[in-house]
């Protein structure tokens, strides 16, 4: 990972720290004059394969808001710059974010115009940098570094005012929604924090009356204000700052807040700066004003950085690919050796058993016939159940015919290779009055073709009931007699045996 170089930017010096792993430590402080520039180019000819991130806590900065209509692509791209020139005409350094869209109406979308004003001590600064190849990776402000911490220090409220103090002077940010919507910064004096503490109070009174001549903010809602400092600078800050009707102070443990988020050095003053420092390292995602042309050979790096990961996954893939061949080819001419030597032990096993047996005492064409017999019975016992279901469904289908019982039989026939299934099916017709030979005929067939239906098998009629049996002819007293009797008959599933 390259050496990370952090740049806090004033007026007057510039201080350079090393960071690493939370660690942040004070290397060098350049003085603006001859002197204090021939020594920073030095230092950057020293730190070449570093990158740089720089902190402008003391540049002057512009925020505004534009409502604008909800449009994609190139359309919403040149719709932007179009604002961005006609808010900050010869700005170089600007940028828009969206901060969303409105509920109500046309629901267009809300931007966030920023400009930040380059100063001759900036470009005194950067000049070098820029001469120097450098990978810069950003210009970063306080008030969009402190986008992350207002999703913590909100609790709750859907807007607030966070109040920091840098070496820059005192920062009064507008949060809405957890987004940032409007910036004051303030000359303060950090040696006085009595002083602070009154400019604190007096200026949180007339942010609130601007954000209320600006609609920001309704008339009579408590805005919060969180405040944050060394815990021992509390009561300075308690003593000048009174919670109003509007107003809601709340002081916020910066130490806590900086171990919090990984920073190993603490700051020892209420001076927000070193939180700052190391959120430009760890919140690498928040937006900075560096042009492209500044951050050229920041991306330059980057992008070799991802040839170099890729080709180094590439060929550590492919190690591990043949590694992984060949521990397996070593595995699978183990597993050939055993099982070449398990083959040539059972071909012994075996014949030394066929050894041992007596001399073969049946015919092997006759067990073949015992064997494929046995297993044809074997299928028309599996397939007796889905017949007898089926002619289950033919009993339902025919109201009032009730089963006596069932005979099934296998049929031997000649040169078949399979026996044939047979089954016999005993049922009552129900009685009807005076002997209606029609219905009871008719009744019988329903039930022949409903058993046709469901098996899929011939039926056949074995055995009529007595009063309509076709080759039987009937007395008078065959008719009492059989009127007394419940009509019986016997239907055959299956081919009829053939007549001998």
Same mark, same amino acid.
């Given at each position: 990972?390259?050496?990370?170089?952090?740049?806090?930017?004033?007026?007057?010096?510039?201080? +350079?720290?090393?960071? *690493? !792993?939370?660690?942040?430590?004070?290397?060098?402080?350049?003085?603006?004059?001859?002197?204090?520039?021939?020594?920073?180019?030095?230092?950057?000819?020293?730190?070449?394969?570093?990158?740089?991130?720089?902190?402008?806590?003391?540049?002057?900065?512009?925020?505004?808001?534009?409502?604008?209509?909800?449009?994609?692509?190139?359309?919403?791209?040149?719709?932007?710059? *179009?604002?961005?020139?006609?808010?900050?005409?010869?700005?170089?350094?600007?940028?828009?974010?969206?901060?969303?869209?409105?509920?109500?109406?046309?629901?267009?979308?809300?931007?966030?115009?920023?400009?930040?004003?380059?100063?001759?001590?900036?470009?005194?600064?950067?000049?070098?940098?820029?001469?120097?190849?450098?990978?810069?990776?950003?210009?970063?402000?306080?008030?969009?570094?402190?986008?992350?911490?207002?999703?913590?220090?909100?609790?709750?409220?859907?807007?607030?005012?966070?109040?920091?103090?840098?070496?820059?002077?005192?920062?009064?940010?507008?949060?809405?929604?957890?987004?940032?919507?409007?910036?004051?910064?303030?000359?303060?004096?950090?040696?006085?924090?009595? !002083?602070?503490?009154?400019?604190?109070?007096?200026?949180?009174?007339?942010?609130?009356?601007?954000?209320?001549?600006?609609?920001?903010?309704?008339?009579? +809602?408590?805005?919060?204000?969180?405040?944050?400092?060394?815990?021992?600078?509390?009561?300075?800050?308690?003593? +000048?700052?009174?919670?109003?009707?509007?107003?809601?102070?709340?002081?916020?443990?910066?130490?806590?807040?900086?171990?919090?988020?990984?920073?190993?050095?603490?700051? *020892?003053?209420?001076?927000?700066?070193?939180?700052?420092?190391?959120?430009?390292?760890?919140?690498?995602?928040?937006?900075?004003?560096?042009?492209?042309?500044?951050?050229?050979?920041?991306?330059?790096?980057?992008?070799?950085?991802?040839?170099?990961?890729?080709?180094?996954?590439?060929?550590?893939?492919?190690?591990?690919?043949?590694?992984?061949?060949?521990?397996?080819?070593?595995?699978?001419?183990?597993?050939?050796?055993?099982?070449?030597?398990?083959?040539?032990?059972?071909?012994?096993?075996?014949?030394?058993?066929?050894?041992?047996?007596?001399?073969?005492?049946?015919?092997?064409?006759?067990?073949?016939?015992?064997?494929?017999?046995?297993?044809?019975?074997?299928?028309?016992?599996?397939?007796?159940?889905?017949?007898?279901?089926?002619? !289950?469904?033919?009993?339902?289908?025919?109201?009032?015919?009730?089963?006596?019982?069932?005979?099934?039989?296998?049929?031997?026939?000649?040169?078949?290779?399979?026996?044939?299934?047979?089954?016999?099916?005993?049922?009552?017709?129900?009685?009807?009055?005076?002997?209606?030979?029609?219905?009871?005929?008719?009744?019988?067939?329903?039930? +022949?073709?409903?058993?046709?239906?469901?098996?899929?098998?011939?039926?056949?009629?074995?055995?009529?009931?007595?009063?309509?049996?076709?080759?039987?002819?009937?007395?008078?007293?065959?008719?009492?007699?059989?009127?007394?009797?419940?009509?019986?008959?016997?239907?055959?599933?299956?081919?009829?045996?053939?007549?001998?």
């Amino acid at each position: 990972m390259p050496q990370q170089r952090l740049l806090a930017i004033d007026e007057a010096t510039l201080t +350079a720290y090393a960071w *690493r !792993s939370g660690l942040l430590s004070d290397e060098r402080k350049f003085s603006a004059d001859a002197a204090g520039l021939v020594d920073w180019t030095d230092y950057l000819r020293l730190n070449r394969r570093a990158v740089f991130s720089v902190f402008a806590s003391g540049a002057e900065e512009s925020l505004l808001t534009e409502d604008i209509p909800y449009t994609r692509g190139a359309d919403r791209s040149a719709l932007i710059e *179009r604002k961005l020139a006609q808010r900050f005409p010869g700005h170089a350094w600007k940028f828009a974010l969206s901060v969303g869209r409105n509920p109500t109406g046309r629901r267009d979308e809300t931007i966030l115009l920023a400009a930040l004003h380059r100063s001759p001590a900036m470009e005194r600064w950067l000049a070098p940098l820029q001469g120097a190849q450098a990978r810069l990776a950003g210009i970063y402000t306080a008030p969009f570094l402190a986008e992350r911490l207002a999703a913590e220090l909100a609790t709750g409220e859907s807007r607030f005012v966070l109040v920091t103090l840098l070496h820059g002077g005192l920062k009064q940010l507008y949060f809405e929604r957890k987004r940032l919507r409007f910036q004051r910064g303030l000359a303060a004096d950090a040696a006085a924090m009595g !002083s602070v503490a009154a400019l604190c109070a007096d200026e949180s009174t007339k942010l609130l009356h601007y954000l209320l001549g600006q609609r920001l903010i309704e008339p009579g +809602a408590a805005l919060p204000v969180v405040v944050l400092l060394q815990p021992r600078d509390f009561p300075v800050f308690q003593a +000048a700052c009174h919670d109003s009707a509007q107003l809601r102070y709340r002081f916020a443990d910066l130490p806590a807040l900086a171990t919090k988020h990984g920073l190993r050095s603490l700051p *020892r003053d209420s001076l927000g700066d070193s939180l700052f420092l190391h959120l430009m390292v760890s919140q690498s995602s928040a937006a900075q004003y560096a042009p492209p042309g500044l951050r050229r050979f920041y991306r330059l790096r980057q992008v070799q950085s991802l040839l170099a990961a890729g080709t180094a996954t590439i060929v550590l893939a492919g190690l591990a690919s043949v590694g992984r061949d060949l521990i397996e080819l070593e595995r699978l001419g183990g597993e050939q050796e055993l099982l070449t030597a398990s083959l040539a032990s059972a071909r012994s096993d075996q014949q030394a058993a066929q050894a041992k047996l007596p001399a073969k005492a049946f015919d092997p064409v006759a067990l073949r016939a015992v064997v494929e017999r046995i297993e044809a019975l074997r299928r028309e016992e599996v397939s007796l159940p889905d017949e007898l279901q089926r002619i !289950s469904q033919a009993f339902e289908q025919s109201e009032g015919i009730e089963l006596e019982r069932i005979d099934w039989r296998l049929d031997e026939q000649r040169g078949a290779a399979t026996p044939a299934s047979r089954i016999d099916i005993h049922a009552r017709l129900p009685r009807v009055a005076g002997n209606d030979t029609a219905t009871q005929v008719a009744k019988l067939n329903g039930f +022949a073709a409903a058993l046709r239906r469901s098996t899929g098998a011939p039926v056949s009629t074995v055995s009529w009931p007595a009063a309509i049996d076709p080759e039987r002819t009937l007395g008078h007293n065959d008719l009492e007699r059989i009127a007394a009797d419940q009509p019986r008959f016997i239907l055959r599933l299956g081919p009829n045996p053939p007549r001998s």
